[in-house]
T-cell receptor, first 114, second 110 residues
């Protein structure tokens, strides 16, 4: 199974600033996803990070707020821009998925906004 | 939008008790997976079920996929404090996306 390293594990940021989260996988993967999760709750898909093209965003999420990069098949970044208290959450990257294929997750980034 | 309803949302039991978590949808999934997540970590896969009516056992955990592939259940026998965590079901479609259930927070008291 893929090993995913996600950084930072946690951060505390000021309002109006931005935070970039990195996701590194130990093997080449086709599909990478970014999720948001409130503690103890389910996962909400933000976007699918596509290698070599623009990310595919889910309803309610826009590129200006959550720009994503996917420069190669092992790496992706998610930036949360113009931070507000509502952005306080856990952000998770994952790889895999599809019919009968499990998803593997990073340990998440816990973001708090002052 | 495909929705997965998970119940109960919270469950607090004593060590040694049995429990069942349910995952229901009106949609058909090509496969369904169960994950467990502990604080500070990402979800970890427990099992994948693919065939309608399939039953899989993982030690004290029994997973069942409904005949119509719209629902699933997770049964834990003789729960232990180490079973404490957030349990998530996730349905997969052939399009490659996962739909996650609402989650069940399980607390097993010693």
């Amino acid at each position: 199974s893929a090993v995913i390293s996600q950084k930072p594990s946690r951060d505390i940021c000021q309002r109006g600033t931005s935070l970039t989260i990195q996701c590194q996988v130990d093997s080449q993967v086709t599909m990478m996803f970014w999720y948001r999760q409130q503690p103890g709750q389910s996962l909400t898909l933000i976007a699918t990070a596509n290698q070599g093209s623009e990310a595919t965003y889910e309803s309610g999420f826009v590129i200006d707020k959550f720009p994503i990069s996917r420069p190669n098949l092992t790496f992706s970044t998610l930036t949360v821009s113009n931070l507000s208290p509502e952005d306080s959450s856990i952000y998770l990257c994952s790889v895999g998925g599809g019919t009968a294929q499990p998803q593997h997750f990073g340990d998440g980034t816990r973001l708090s906004i002052l | 939008t495909q929705l997965l309803e998970q119940s109960p949302q919270f469950l607090s039991i004593q060590e040694g008790e049995n429990l069942t978590v349910y995952c229901n949808s009106s949609s058909v999934f090509s496969s369904l997976q169960w994950y467990r997540q502990e604080p500070g970590e990402g979800p970890v896969l427990l099992v994948t079920v693919v065939t309608g009516g399939e039953v899989k056992k993982l030690k004290r955990l029994t997973f069942q996929f409904g005949d119509a592939r719209k629902d699933s259940s997770l049964h834990i026998t003789a729960a232990q404090p180490g079973d404490t965590g957030l349990y998530l079901c996730a349905g997969h479609t052939n399009a490659g996306k996962s739909t996650f259930g609402d989650g069940t927070t399980l607390t097993v008291k010693p």
